[in-house]
C-alpha cells in the first residue's frame, strides 16, 4: 500500500485566502484524522472520522476551519479565509479503528502551510 | 480533560541507554502507543502498551502502570538516527482517538 497521501506537500499563500488541503487514507482504514503541529502547541487533534462520519471536531480552532469526508478514500480540510496563525504542518493520518486498543495511526508526509 | 506529561528533553550518547517517561491523566483509557518524529518528517509507531507490563521490539521496550497512570520508553543501544522526537499517545478506544503529549528531543551525541 502506498500509505496515507497529502496533497499539497507545501502551500504558500496571502492572508485572507482560501485553503484547501487533501488526504488520501490507506485502504480499509475505517477512521481518519486531521492533527496540525506547531512548536507552540504540539500535536492538536483537529477533527476525527469513522466510517466518513465526523465523530469530534472539538479541536477545530474556529468557524474558520471545515472538514468533509465525502468517501472512503478522500478527506479535505478547509480554511478560510487563511491567517497568519493558521502557519503550521498539517497531518492527516488512518487507522483500522472499530476497536478498543491497539490502533495504531499510519501518518501522511504532512502539509507545510505559509500564511503570510 | 486529558492531560499528558513527559520531558521536554534528554541528550545521551552513542550506546548508552535512556529512558523517557510519561504520565497521563485521562478518561476511557485502553492503552498507551509511542511514536517517533525525526525532524521534518511524520509520526511513527514504535510500540503499545495494553496491558501491564513490559513489550520489547528490538532495541525498544515500552512499559505500562495502569495503577500509576505511567509508562516509559526505553531505547538501547542509542545510535546517532535515534536522534528524534518521541511522543506518548493515550488510546481511547473511540474509533482509535489517540490524545498526544507534546514530546521529548531525544538528541544522541558521539
Known amino acids: 500500500d502506498a500509505g496515507v497521501i497529502q496533497s499539497p506537500r507545501h502551500e504558500v499563500t496571502e492572508m485572507g485566502q482560501e485553503v484547501t488541503l487533501r488526504c488520501k487514507p490507506i485502504?480499509?482504514?475505517?477512521?481518519l484524522f486531521w492533527y496540525r503541529q506547531t512548536m507552540m502547541r504540539g500535536l492538536e487533534l483537529l477533527i476525527y472520522?469513522?466510517?466518513?462520519?465526523?465523530?469530534?471536531d472539538s479541536g477545530m480552532p474556529e468557524d474558520r476551519f471545515s472538514a468533509k469526508m465525502p468517501n472512503a478514500s478522500f478527506s479535505t480540510l478547509k480554511i478560510q479565509p487563511s491567517e497568519p496563525r493558521d502557519s503550521a504542518v498539517y497531518f492527516c493520518?488512518?487507522?483500522?479503528?472499530?476497536?478498543?486498543?491497539?490502533?495504531?495511526?499510519?501518518f501522511g508526509a504532512g502539509t507545510r502551510l505559509s500564511v503570510l | 480533560g486529558q492531560s499528558l506529561e513527559q520531558p521536554s528533553e534528554v541528550t545521551a550518547v552513542e550506546g548508552a541507554i535512556v529512558q523517557i517517561n510519561c504520565t497521563y491523566q485521562?478518561?476511557?483509557?485502553?492503552?498507551l502507543s509511542w511514536y517517533q518524529q525525526h525532524d521534518g518528517g511524520a509520526p511513527t509507531f514504535l510500540s503499545y502498551?495494553?496491558?501491564?507490563g513490559l513489550e520489547e521490539t528490538g532495541r525498544f521496550s515500552s512499559f505500562l502502570s495502569r495503577s500509576d497512570s505511567y509508562g516509559y520508553l526505553l531505547l538501547q543501544e542509542l545510535q546517532m538516527k535515534d536522534s528524534a522526537s518521541y511522543f506518548c499517545?493515550?488510546?481511547?478506544?473511540?474509533?482509535?482517538?489517540?490524545?498526544f503529549g507534546d514530546g521529548t528531543t531525544l538528541t544522541v551525541k558521539p
Open positions: 493520518a488512518s487507522s483500522r479503528g472499530g476497536f478498543a486498543g491497539k490502533n495504531i495511526q499510519y
Open positions: 485502504s480499509g482504514h475505517n477512521s
Open positions: 472520522f469513522n466510517n466518513n462520519v465526523p465523530i469530534d
Open positions: 485521562t478518561s476511557g483509557f485502553y492503552g
Open positions: 502498551n495494553g496491558l501491564d
Open positions: 499517545a493515550v488510546n481511547h478506544g473511540n474509533a482509535g482517538k489517540s490524545t
